[in-house]
């Protein structure tokens, strides 16, 4: 009788046994399934975050290209329209003779016994500027005469020491207006403006 209630013991606790096994194997999975869906979470969450840092990198980066080009760009057309205004040159100027009976005194001046000329370039002003150079030399003569001669202006008159001709002759644009080839001539004998003018010719000089 006690050999059978000690079988019968044994059987229970083993099925006790059996049942504390099941139960625990159940919380193990469960432990496990929670690891692996927060770690999913966890991996959704940074790979969401990197997306978004590398968009918004992307469109700053767009943004940044955009406002460089527009820079570019805007100082381009800046340029172009400079340039476009700037349609001019500087000019120099070449004789190609001197008048009869002169000698080069050095530049763009000559001389003979009883004369002198020189001349000069105007590389940039206005034909009001010109006028203005030619009326002022004719405040310091006495029996002026102004005109023109072709496309040369003219200023001519009396010095305290001989006769004063100032001429000018319009030669191409300028930087931002005109250009004027000058001449300036002091004799002690009077002399026509047309001789002097002449001077201006392509036959005399070059630019």
Do not use: W
Not at 22 to 35: H, L, M, R, V, Y
Not at 153 to 161: A, E, N, Q, R, V
Not at 172 to 180: D, E, H, I, N
Request: glycine share 10%; proline share 1%.
């Amino acid at each position: 009788m006690k050999k059978k209630g000690l079988i019968i013991a044994l059987g229970a606790a083993a099925s006790a046994i059996t049942i504390a096994g099941c139960g625990g194997g159940g919380d193990a999975g469960s432990t496990a399934t929670t690891t692996a869906e927060t770690t999913a979470e966890s991996t959704t969450t940074t790979t969401t975050t990197a997306t978004t840092t590398a968009a918004e990198t992307q469109a700053t980066t767009e943004e940044k290209t955009t406002e460089a080009t527009e820079s570019v760009t805007t100082e381009t057309a800046t340029g172009s329209s400079t340039a476009e205004a700037d349609t001019g040159k500087d000019y120099s100027l070449t004789v190609k003779k001197a008048a009869d009976g002169f000698e080069s005194a050095g530049g763009l001046s000559y001389s003979s016994p009883s004369a002198e000329y020189t001349y000069s370039v105007l590389n940039d002003v206005s034909n009001h500027e010109v006028e203005s150079r030619l009326d002022s030399e004719a405040a310091s003569l006495s029996d002026v005469d102004m005109g023109r001669i072709g496309d040369i202006l003219y200023t001519s008159g009396k010095t305290d020491f001989g006769y004063n001709v100032t001429a000018y002759r319009y030669i191409g644009a300028g930087k931002t207006v005109s250009a004027y080839a000058g001449i300036q001539y002091l004799s002690e004998e009077a002399v026509e403006p047309s001789a002097v003018t002449a001077l201006l010719s392509d036959e005399y000089i070059s630019y």
